[in-house]
Structures are given as C-alpha cells and as structure tokens.
Nanobody
Framework: QVQLVESGGGSVQAGGSLRLSCAAS???????????MGWFRQGPGKEREGVAG????????YYGNSVKGRFTISYDNAKNTLYLQMNSLNPDDSAMYYCAAAGRMTSLAVQLSPDGYDYWGQGTQVTVSS
C-alpha cells in the first residue's frame, strides 16, 4: 500500500500564491517511486479535474488548460515529494486538491484522467477569496 500525504493548503486572497506538497511513501516503510504523479482538484458539486502531472523519470510535465502559465508542478526525487506552486490564484481555483500516483505511465495518466492513477491522498483544501 502507498501513502500520499498532502500539505500546504489554506486560505488566500485572489492574486495570491500557495505551494502544495505531497510526500509519498510505502506502507512498509520502503521507498515508493511512482511513474507519474499528479495533482487533481474537486470543487463542491463538480467532477474531479486534472490540474497537473509529471513523469518522474524524465521530468515531463502536463497541465490542465485552466492553470497553464499559473501553476508549476515539480518533483524532488531525493525527498520523494511532489509540489504544486500556484500563482495568480482566483476564486475558481478554490477546491480540495488531491495528490495522486500512477505505477505506470499511460495515456490516461498523461491526459490527467483520474482513471490513470492508482493511489490517492486525502486532500488539502484551498480557498481563494475575491
């Protein structure tokens, strides 16, 4: 079993920034290396939306259209930690943000489809006020 623990959420005014983190580990205490890791978000009454993904091997990144140019995903291999730097936040960005990991690189994972991911964190809330 894989454990993903998000942190860094909170409340911020429009135009502000937040940085989310996601620490990955295996339940046995061993190191877990995902092929692709991603960030998703889900607002009240909305479907889960792919925000950004990264291929941990080559560092290739993928973004949802609504966050391109504002959000940056990164992965620290030494710390086995995923990050999401969010700038120029607006109220539409308010949602629960989830970290996800995929054991294999698939087209679904690259396309930021939730079906392409095997493990999920519990989520961290981001609230942006106008």
């Amino acid at each position: 079993q894989v454990q993903l623990v998000e942190s860094g959420g909170g409340s911020v005014q429009a135009g502000g920034s937040l940085r989310l983190s996601c620490a990955a580990s295996a339940a046995s205490g061993s190191r877990y290396i995902a092929s692709v890791m991603g960030w998703f978000r889900q607002g009240p009454g909305k479907e889960r939306e792919g925000v950004a993904g990264i291929y941990t091997g080559a560092g290739s990144t993928y973004y949802g259209n609504s966050v391109k140019g504002r959000f940056t995903i990164s992965y620290d291999n030494a710390k086995n930690t995923l990050y999401l730097q969010m700038n120029s936040l607006n109220p539409d960005d308010s949602a629960m943000y989830y970290c996800a990991a995929a054991g294999r690189m698939t087209s679904l994972a690259v396309q930021l489809s939730p079906d392409g991911y095997d493990y999920w964190g519990q989520g961290t809330q981001v609230t942006v006020s106008s």
